[in-house]
């Protein structure tokens, strides 16, 4: 059962451009929505999160946009950057321990 | 302040072989976890563990083994290794209450 499910599967945008990638979840028993950034040979690396009581943090040119009522999150990537192409995951936690549910990732590819 | 460590980076095994990944980290985290990284799945919880003396299974425990005996450090053993645990291996880490979770580098295993 995947519980946090990821799309798409991979995205190409023009430098300038916004990346948009869309999570959803099934647990409501989750309170913590990251996203992970993760070059090729690298571990992933934390970039943004966000709680479900409000609907969007930004950071920079990167926006979490949150919908409890849907269930969903998605990411915004604006002027996007060939510095940007990586592969996102979009996780979820809750409950005692906080263990992270990661979606599959994203490939971004940023064309210059 | 190294943050999370893994060891090695590569190996190569032979099935039916066995090993021990190590990760260490140097942040006094309550926390650790191990994942697995497969091509189109994400990054999957194998173990994690709370604290020194306990752990407990993932989504993905079979054919691994952990302890953790002390805060530092928490090794992931293969105990017979097979094709199917050929995978990119990472640890990670946070303190209690906060969220934020810190990964390794990463361990790229192949079994033949």
């Known amino acids: 059962q995947q519980q946090v499910k990821q799309s798409p599967q991979s995205l190409i945008v023009q430098k300038g451009g916004i990346s948009i990638i869309n999570c959803a979840y099934e647990?409501?028993?989750?309170?913590?929505f990251p996203w992970y950034q993760q070059f090729p040979g690298k571990g992933p690396a934390l970039l943004i999160a966000?709680?479900?009581?409000?609907s969007e943090k930004k950071e920079g040119r990167f926006t979490i946009s949150f919908n409890k009522s849907a269930k969903q999150f998605s990411l915004h990537i604006m002027d996007s950057q060939p510095g940007d192409s990586a592969t996102y995951f979009c996780?979820?936690?809750?409950?005692?321990?906080?263990?992270?549910?990661f979606g599959k990732g994203t490939m971004l590819l940023v064309s210059p | 302040n190294a943050g999370v460590t893994q060891t090695p980076k590569f190996q190569v095994l032979k099935t039916g072989q066995s090993m021990t990944l190590q990760c260490a980290q140097d942040?006094?985290?309550?926390?650790m976890s191990w994942y697995r990284q497969d091509p189109g799945m994400g990054l999957r919880l194998i173990h994690y563990?709370?604290?020194?003396?306990?752990?407990d299974q993932g989504e993905v425990p079979n054919g691994y083994n952990v302890s953790r005996s002390t805060t530092e450090d928490f090794p992931l053993r293969l105990l017979s290794a097979a094709p199917s645990q050929t995978s990119v291996y990472f640890c990670?880490?946070?303190?209690?209450?906060?969220?934020?979770?810190?990964f390794g580098p990463g361990t790229r295993l192949t079994v033949t």
């Open positions: 647990n409501t028993a989750f309170d913590y």
């Open positions: 996780a979820a936690s809750g409950g005692e321990y906080s263990t992270l549910t």
């Open positions: 942040m006094n985290h309550e926390y």
């Open positions: 563990s709370v604290g020194a003396g306990i752990t």
């Open positions: 966000i709680r479900p009581d409000v």
């Open positions: 990670a880490s946070r303190t209690s209450g906060v969220k934020e979770q810190y």
